[in-house]
């Protein structure tokens, strides 16, 4: 059964940082592209970003860009957002999916001071 | 961006009546290859978003033959032709044809 479990969400003040982390088991994680996507309280879904299989090749939402930045562990079957200088308006759920096919249950990110 | 604009943004039914959502985009969705990529999902609530539909018009794996897929250039459907109660969810269209990938605002089926 292909998984993806989220961690690493919480409250944080703006200006503040986080590391999310996206667990995939029941597949061949090193051959998938892995993409974040958000959903704010207003449950409005946002592409955040993405990262191909092997890591080489990354892209961003102009709204994250230069402040997060994503990454992989294939070794261990993880994808990390690493978000610097949250703001209010990143407060949401954080989802990661393997291409669209298959979604875990997402990590809250609360910003507010 | 693309934009995409949903309707309605509620949609109440009875259970066995169809009903229809669409989706209308800023720009048209065919890709340089020829594809359309357009993708239909449903989130139920407390779940995450589930794919329905792929590229226009194909069903995904485990996906009832009741949920249907249509249109070309910037006008989408989703389509059920029967509504039955687990089908209660929000569903959201989403174009990968331009970069970055974006989502309708939402339509919400709910129950009459």
């Not at chain 1, 994680?29 to 890591?55: A, C, E, N, T």
């Not at chain 2, 009903?19 to 993708?39: F, H, K, P, W």
């Not at chain 2, 996906?63 to 209660?88: K, N, Q, W, Y």
């Amino acid at each position: 059964e292909v998984r993806l479990v989220e961690s690493g969400g919480g409250q944080v003040q703006p200006g503040g940082s986080l590391r999310l982390s996206c667990e995939g088991s029941g597949f061949p994680f090193s051959q998938y592209w892995i993409h974040w996507v958000r959903q704010d309280p207003g449950k409005r879904l946002m592409w955040v970003s993405r990262i191909d299989s092997d890591g080489t090749s990354t892209s961003y939402a102009d709204s994250v860009r230069g402040r997060f930045t994503i990454s992989r562990d294939n070794t261990k079957n993880r994808v990390y957002l690493q978000m610097n200088g949250l703001r209010v308006e990143d407060t949401a759920v954080y989802f990661c999916t393997r291409e669209s096919t298959h979604w875990g249950r997402g990590t809250l990110v609360a910003v507010s001071s | 961006d693309v934009v995409l604009t949903q309707s309605p943004l509620s949609l109440p039914v009875t259970l066995g009546q169809a009903a229809s959502i669409s989706c209308r985009s800023s720009e048209s969705l065919q890709y340089s290859d020829g594809n359309t990529y357009v993708n239909w999902f449903q989130q139920r609530p407390g779940q995450s978003p589930r794919r329905l539909i792929h590229n226009v018009s194909n069903r995904d794996s485990g996906v009832p033959d009741r949920f249907g897929g249509s249109g070309s250039g910037t006008d989408f459907t989703l389509t059920i032709s029967r509504v039955e109660a687990e089908d209660i969810a929000v569903y959201y269209c989403m174009q990968g044809s331009h970069w970055p990938p974006t989502f309708g605002q939402g339509t919400r089926l709910e129950m009459k």
